[in-house]
């Protein structure tokens, strides 16, 4: 029998993951079948090296997460059409309980891992965020003008002005 909190966290979940990143995600259709393998690769290596614990409780939270519209809908989460997901995650997101709230902001940050982390989702949604920052966009271009501005003395580096002697001179004048 395998160690509670070993082996892959979301395999037996998928259908509450998908169905959170049916409403959290800017584009899920984005993900096809091999994307959201590749999704929940990216996912399960972020949380590997995480306590059994943590792992634990991720699991309990979408089981929740599944199993509370039961008591106002009669329909779990994943049987529930996207709008009535969308509201019941945004009363998720509002309630005065903590850990419901911490719950489905860590669900929606693996999401976006296993989503952005992908070059075809991201060129397939038009994300043009580079690892490399603005200079992959303007390249020597905005390095000249930080050079230009380090040269100028615009205060970014500290006031360049008075006597920094420390001998207190400036106080009496």
Do not use: C
């Amino acid at each position: 029998m395998a160690e509670p909190g070993r082996g892959p966290v979301l395999s037996s979940l998928r259908g509450p993951l998908r169905a959170v990143a049916s409403v959290v995600l800017p584009s899920p259709e984005a993900l096809d079948e091999e994307g959201w393998t590749e999704a929940e690769k990216i996912i399960e290596k972020a949380l590997a090296p995480k306590p059994a614990g943590v792992k634990l409780q991720l699991r309990l939270f979408l089981r929740a997460l599944n199993l509370l519209p039961l008591v106002t809908s009669g329909r779990t989460f994943v049987g529930l059409p996207r709008d009535r997901r969308a509201a019941f995650l945004r009363r998720l997101h509002s309630s005065p309980i903590m850990p419901l709230r911490r719950g489905l902001w860590g669900i929606r940050t693996l999401l976006f891992m296993g989503y952005y982390n992908q070059p075809r989702v991201r060129e397939a949604i038009g994300y043009g965020a580079d690892p490399w920052g603005w200079t992959a966009h303007f390249g020597e271009r905005l390095e000249e003008g930080n050079r230009a501005d380090d040269e100028s003395g615009d205060g970014m580096e500290g006031d360049q002005s008075g006597d920094r002697s420390g001998d207190g001179a400036e106080a009496d004048a």
